[in-house]
């Protein structure tokens, strides 16, 4: 089920909003209980909502947000325990913008604590669980984002990304999504976690899901037709040597597929690409310390053990530090406007792995995700840094579990990557891949699991 | 500094634990020593990562 299709059923009255959204929120009913998509469920709330529904581009549609996203009389809880009595009185800029062109908010959706971490297993309701492999996370922090669409438990959600936080889960879970390039999509009711990088994107079933949902959220209409010929297209070929051997062969074939539809497909090199981790973190970690400020000197104890101590690495991050990671970033910025002189699009793996498993007491004292997290920075760093779109596709599997594309454009030119991933989609089948997660056992074991975690 | 006055930075040796209480303090907060000492270890990483970029720096400006 697409968000392009279930739209196009209510124009046709073969689908009613309130059908649309009760079938949704029977599938939360049967199927969230293995997954833990969500933090609240607004199902009353959505199904009056369905009935009086504007028509619009998402007529009836039932989207789901990431729970750092204001819905006015619902908890935004960041997935943490201090929050959990937080509920906003007013919508979020892109809420707002999803109800005026008639979508309905089905619910919202478990993150990292505070989006601050790329796992979604710190969160106070417990780790979201990768609907291809419950026993393995969803990424993070749009973890719950993510799976719930890979899941179906939403026709398509919100979801945000400071150093990633999009791209990785949709990765992770074999689903299309789209970072914007910053200042295209109000952050306005949204929980920040590093001003300079923050974006809100949708996360969906296809590239012309993605195009659609970013339409209404950016307020302009985003042509997606597919383009390829011609399209001068750069292979990051130091990221695709650092992957994984499972996730480097998936990423090959799939550059295949891009040669094969007519791009001009050429190794690149980019020469400032490993100093974008260090610019990222020099600039993110005294940011996200900043806006934390006031509750690390009040409720230090109730963070989650790794949101804690990363938050804390910014309290001693010195201000020319700082502003070096600022310097650099210009310089960097440059360099890859160099490389864009030549390239339309770049395409690169989205994560150098695939889901990990869930450990017992990873986010604990002993940081079993450590090497996990250090991993995927160079993967995301470097369009994060230069502020540019990246939409990532599903281009496969690797052992059963997919892998993700990410197509990198030009900043502001978000047209070019939903086409080129329209077309992408148009040769492949991956993105309409469904996990087959229903297994009762897996999920009855699940559970045991969870109660134990949390 | 080279002829060429690009200057290569070495990472500086790391805070000790009881420089990092104090500037913690200093801004109203009171980790534990666990954390700090967890903290430590990212602290050096990103130390060693910014002399390296103080060096591009440097470089792109002896470059221009």
């Known amino acids: 089920v697409t968000l392009v299709g279930v739209v196009d059923d209510i124009a046709a009255r073969a689908l009613t909003p309130r059908e649309a959204v009760q079938r949704t929120l029977d599938r939360i ?18 199904l009056a909502e369905a009935d009086a529904a504007p028509a619009g581009l998402l007529h009836g549609a039932p989207i789901a947000v990431k729970d750092v996203i204001d819905v006015a009389g619902s908890p935004t809880t960041a997935g943490t325990r201090l929050l959990v009595n937080n509920r906003p009185s007013r919508d979020a800029v892109v809420v707002a913008r999803l109800r005026a062109a008639g979508a309905i908010v089905v619910g919202k959706l478990n993150t990292h604590e505070f989006a601050y971490g790329p796992t979604t297993t710190s969160s106070h309701i417990g780790p979201t669980h990768n609907p291809w492999s419950l026993d393995r996370i969803a990424g993070g922090s749009s973890g719950g984002s993510a799976a719930a669409t890979a899941a179906g438990l939403a026709v398509a959600t919100l ?9 990785m889960p949709a990765a992770l879970c074999g689903v299309t999504a789209l970072r914007p390039s910053p200042g295209l999509v109000s952050r306005r009711g949204v929980i920040p976690v590093a001003q300079t990088f923050d974006t809100v994107g949708p996360i969906a079933r296809s590239a012309e899901d993605c195009a659609l949902l970013f339409s209404v959220l950016a307020g302009q209409p985003y042509r997606s037709q597919e383009r390829t010929h011609g399209l001068r297209v750069g ?26 539809i007519g791009t001009l497909v050429d190794p690149v090199e980019i020469p400032l690409l490993m100093t974008a981790g260090a610019i990222q973190q020099s600039i993110m970690l005294p940011e996200a310390a900043s806006w934390h400020l006031a509750r ?42 160099r490389v864009f002189e030549r390239y339309d699009v770049l395409v690169a793996p989205t994560m150098p792995c695939t889901a990990p498993p869930i450990r017992r007491d990873g986010d604990g004292p002993n940081d079993e995700y450590a090497s996990y997290r250090r991993a995927v920075i160079p993967f995301n760093a470097p369009w994060t840094v230069a502020g540019h779109p990246v939409l ?26 939903l086409g080129l991933g329209r077309a992408f989609q148009a040769a492949t089948n991956w993105h309409e891949r469904l996990p087959t997660f229903e297994d009762p056992v897996v999920a009855a074991m699940t559970r045991i699991r969870d109660q134990e975690i949390t | 500094m080279s002829s060429e006055g690009v200057v290569t930075r070495a990472a500086p040796p790391p805070l000790s634990l009881r420089a990092l209480t104090e500037l913690a303090e200093h801004q109203g907060v009171h980790p534990d020593v666990r954390d700090l000492e967890a903290v430590l270890g990212t602290l050096c990483d990103l130390a060693a990562d910014l002399a390296r970029l103080e060096t591009t720096l440097s470089l792109e400006v002896a470059g221009q």
Not at chain 1, 309 to 329: E, W
């Open chain 1, 296 to 337: 690390l000197r009040t409720s230090l104890g109730e963070y989650s053990v790794d949101v804690r101590r990363r938050l804390l690495s910014g309290l001693f991050v010195p201000a020319t530090s700082y502003l070096t990671g600022l310097r650099m970033r210009s310089l960097y910025r440059d360099d890859i406007a």
């Open chain 1, 392 to 417: 990532s596709v599903p281009c496969g599997f690797s052992q059963g579990l997919p892998v993700g594309l990410s197509l990198v454009g030009r900043p502001y030119d978000e047209s070019t990557v």
């Open chain 1, 159 to 167: 979801g945000t990304d400071t150093a990633g936080s999009i791209r």
């Open chain 1, 235 to 260: 292979v990051v070929q130091a990221l695709v040597d650092l992957a994984e051997p499972g996730v480097a062969a998936v990423v090959d074939a799939a550059i295949c597929v891009l040669a094969d």
């Open chain 1, 29 to 46: 009913d049967r199927f969230d209980p293995s997954v833990n998509a969500y933090i609240t469920v607004r199902a009353e709330e959505a």
